[in-house]
């Protein structure tokens, strides 16, 4: 079963329902004591990354997952959930991550043209540089759902896709068994339920 963190950050009812739409059980929950129990971890976020920081830290929740992780249990992070996964965020100060996948998220102002809105919302192509574990069953130039004003900033080994807003974005990563994507499946249509059907199907 797969378990989506209920930290007071994230889009929980679109995320349920998608998974129940492919077919796969999940269980919200907020007792950090339960996440040893699933199979999978999900770590949904929106908002500022300062905000969701001090309430995933402040749950108790950090802790355990970066144990899950360490121990090689499948993990997506989720937009704001996805740069939480890196070591410091600039947005708005200076904030920790979970240093799970080493890197930082900084303002996309930094590298697109400013004549460009910001933040970039909407439908958006992606640049998949291999067609394999949670793209594998996708096809290169699916467009996903963007809302975001920060992106991460990492080794180009880590980046599993780019999307183009003026500039190549970093649009999902990957760390052997940590995965995060920028964009929202659960609002991506038939394109992000096949990223989250083969979420679920990598090996644990």
């Known amino acids: 079963m797969i378990a989506i963190i209920d930290y007071g950050v994230g889009n ?10 492919i077919g796969h059980e999940v269980k919200i929950i907020s007792n950090p004591d339960e996440l040893k129990n699933f199979d999978r971890i999900i770590l949904p976020g929106v908002g500022a990354f300062g ?3 001090e309430k995933l830290f402040s749950s108790g929740m950090a802790e355990p997952l970066i144990n899950e992780a360490k121990n090689g249990k499948p993990i997506l992070g989720i937009c704001v959930g996805m740069q939480l996964l890196f070591t410091k965020s600039f947005e708005f100060g200076e904030y920790d991550g ?15 043209p400013s004549e460009l809105k910001i933040p970039q919302i909407g439908w958006n192509a992606l640049n998949i540089k291999n067609l394999n574990g949670i793209f594998s069953n996708s096809n290169n130039g699916e467009y996903v759902y ?3 004003s920060y992106s991460a900033f990492c080794d180009e ?3 599993t896709s780019t999307t183009n807003y003026g500039a190549d974005l970093v649009a999902s990563v990957q760390s052997e068994n940590i995965y995060g994507v920028q964009f929202h499946p659960e609002k991506s249509g038939n ?3 096949k990223i989250l059907k083969a979420f679920c199907e990598v090996k644990a």
Do not use: T
């Open 12 to 21: 929980l009812f679109s995320l349920s329902s998608s998974f129940n739409a």
């Open 51 to 53: 905000d969701a920081a």
């Open 98 to 112: 979970l240093n799970l996948i080493p890197g930082e998220v900084r303002a996309i102002k930094e590298v697109i």
């Open 146 to 148: 963007f809302v975001h």
């Open 157 to 159: 080994k880590f980046v």
């Open 191 to 193: 394109s992000g339920l």
